[in-house]
C-alpha cells in the first residue's frame, strides 16, 4: 500500500531548491576552475583529499567510496582513470581477498600539490568572500547538524 508523500511547504521546497541550486553552481564552478587551472577534475581532487586526510595516503576501496557518497560503480571507474594517469594505485588486502586498498602515488601528491592553492583561492573567491564570519559559522553549524542528522537516517 503506498502512502501520499508529506509534501515540503513553500519555505521547506524554497530552502531546499536554493540549497541544490547553490550546491550545484558551486560544486560546477569550482570543478570547471579545477580543471582549466590544473590537471585534475573535481572528481579526481574530491579522491585525492580523502587519501591524503586518510593514515599512509590509503583507504579501503568501499570506505572511499563511503567518504565521497558515490557508487561502487562511479568510484570504479574513476579508480581506473586515475590509475592509469598515475595518479593512484590499488592494493589488494592482505588480510582480506576480497577488499583493495587505493593508495595514493607520488605522482597523485604532486599532483594535490600543485592544485590545493588554486583550489583554496577559489573556494575563498567563489564561497567564503560572499558570507560574513557570523554567517560562516552559520552555514559550518547548520552543516554539521545535517551530517549529524543523516548518520541517524537509514539510506
Known sequence: MNSMPQWLSQQEYAAWREFIR???KLVGRLSRL???ESSLSG???AV????TDAPEGRLRFMDLVKAVEWEKSRM???VRRMTKRGLVARE????DGRG?????????REAIAEAAPRHVEAVRRLFVEALTPEELDSV????????EHLEKVPD
Open 22 to 24: 547553490m550546491e550545484e
Open 34 to 36: 579545477m580543471q582549466a
Open 43 to 45: 572528481a579526481d581532487y
Open 48 to 51: 585525492l583529499v580523502e587519501l
Open 76 to 78: 570504479s571507474h574513476q
Open 92 to 95: 589488494e588486502c592482505v588480510d
Open 100 to 108: 583493495a586498498f587505493v593508495v595514493i602515488t607520488p605522482t597523485g
Open 140 to 147: 559550518a553549524h547548520v552543516s554539521r547538524r545535517i551530517l
